[in-house]
C-alpha cells in the first residue's frame, strides 16, 4: 500500500519496515586520565588571565576543519571553523587548603567567554560549560584562569591536572 509508506529525513524504510541511519558526531575530546607532571606543560601560574592546558598524547578531533595546538602533548588551543559548539571543560587541581578555581574558555578573536566559579575541596576543579558561535572562518579558543585561591604552584601540581582534566566540544 503505496499511502502507508514511512520516510524519516527523507530515508524510506527497507522492505521489513527497518531504517538504517548513520550519524557521525563532530567532537573534540581531549584528556582521558594519562599522566604528565604539569610542570611540563609550560604553564606558569594560575592568575586570572593564564592559559591552562589540558594533557592528551592522542586527542580525538572529528571537527571538520578544526585543529589542536599542542607542546609535549599539552593542548593549549582549539582553532574551530565557524558554527555553534557546546563546549565542557574540567580543570583538576592540588589546593593547599580549601579553595577555588574559576575556568572559563575565552575566545580571544571577539573577546567573548563562558564560564563560572566553581567550589574547589582539596583536590577540587573548576568546572565550566556553555554554547558558543563563531562567525568568523576560524576562531581560535583556550581554556583560562579567572582566579585561584589557595591553588599549589604549578610545580607542585604533579599530575593531578593531566590525570583529571579534560575539554570536550561539539559541534551543533
Known amino acids: 500500500m503505496a499511502h502507508l509508506l514511512n520516510t524519516i529525513n527523507d530515508v524510506g524504510a527497507n522492505r521489513l519496515g527497518e531504517f538504517s541511519s548513520s550519524v557521525t558526531a563532530q567532537m573534540i575530546i581531549i584528556g582521558r586520565g594519562e599522566s604528565d607532571a604539569y610542570s611540563n606543560s609550560g604553564a606558569t601560574s594560575f592568575a586570572s588571565g593564564q592559559l591552562l592546558r589540558v594533557y ?8 571538520t ?4 595546538t599542542s607542546s609535549n602533548n ?4 582549539i582553532t574551530l571553523p565557524a558554527g555553534v559548539y557546546i563546549v565542557r571543560a574540567f580543570f583538576g587541581a592540588v589546593f593547599t587548603a580549601s579553595g577555588e578555581l ?14 563560572a566559579s566553581a567550589q574547589a575541596r582539596d583536590n577540587g576543579a573548576g568546572i565550566t560549560s556553555g554554547r558558543m558561535r563563531f562567525t568568523l572562518p576560524t576562531s581560535t579558543i583556550g581554556l583560562f584562569s579567572r582566579g585561584a585561591t589557595n591553588i599549589d604552584t604549578v610545580a607542585n601540581q604533579g599530575n593531578t591536572p593531566a590525570q583529571e582534566s579534560y575539554i570536550v566540544i561539539e559541534k551543533t
Open 56 to 63: 592528551d598524547t592522542n586527542p580525538i578531533n572529528t571537527i
Open 74 to 77: 599539552w593542548i593549549s588551543a
Open 102 to 115: 574559576q575556568i572559563n574558555f575565552n575566545n580571544q578573536t571577539s573577546y567573548g567567554s563562558i564560564g
Open 65 to 68: 576543519g578544526a585543529s589542536l
